[in-house]
């Protein structure tokens, strides 16, 4: 079967009304574009990552927000659509001089999140979240001078 994405380049912009965003105006969860449309949208999208890979095929999601609600959002998406995240790499994806971002801070780098399909669907080989929050602390001490001796500081690492 051949695919043609043809259609989705005729345009001069993107097509606003299915962006999959939180609109400032609908934060308080009222109204079209709210956190539960996002993730509705979301958890919807990635389902359909987890529906056209292989058992073994490998997704990247490409993702950058500088609140922990926003990250929050989006892994629970691909968690709840059976997705396992096996890697993450931040890479510089930001302009250094943007007109918009004068006097903010901004992120310069967007996360590339390698995820694959989940195989086991039941619960003997999930680990406890409780052994995560053991080693967590002790893998962050350990990456930071790393992702700083690369460029990788503030809200991006």
């Not at 989705?8 to 934060?27: A, G, L």
Request: aromatic residues 8%; glycine residues 8%.
């Amino acid at each position: 079967m051949v695919v043609s994405f043809q259609t989705f380049f005729t345009f001069e912009q993107t097509p606003k009304s299915n962006e999959i965003i939180v609109e400032p105006t609908h934060v308080d969860g009222v109204g079209i574009k709210s956190p539960q449309f996002y993730l509705e949208k979301m958890k919807d999208a990635m389902d359909n990552v987890r529906r056209i890979l292989s058992p073994q095929g490998i997704g990247v999601v490409v993702f950058a927000h500088k609140s922990t609600a926003g990250w929050e959002s989006q892994l629970e998406g691909m968690l709840k659509a059976g997705l396992v995240i096996t890697s993450s790499w931040p890479i510089d994806t930001e302009r250094s001089v943007k007109v918009s971002g004068i006097g903010q801070s901004r992120l310069m780098s967007s996360i590339h999140l390698v995820c694959r399909p989940r195989i086991k669907e039941n619960d003997e080989d999930i680990g406890d979240w409780r052994d995560v929050l053991s080693v967590l602390p002790k893998r962050i001490h350990e990456w930071l001078p790393r992702l700083a001796e690369e460029g990788i500081v503030g809200a991006d690492a």
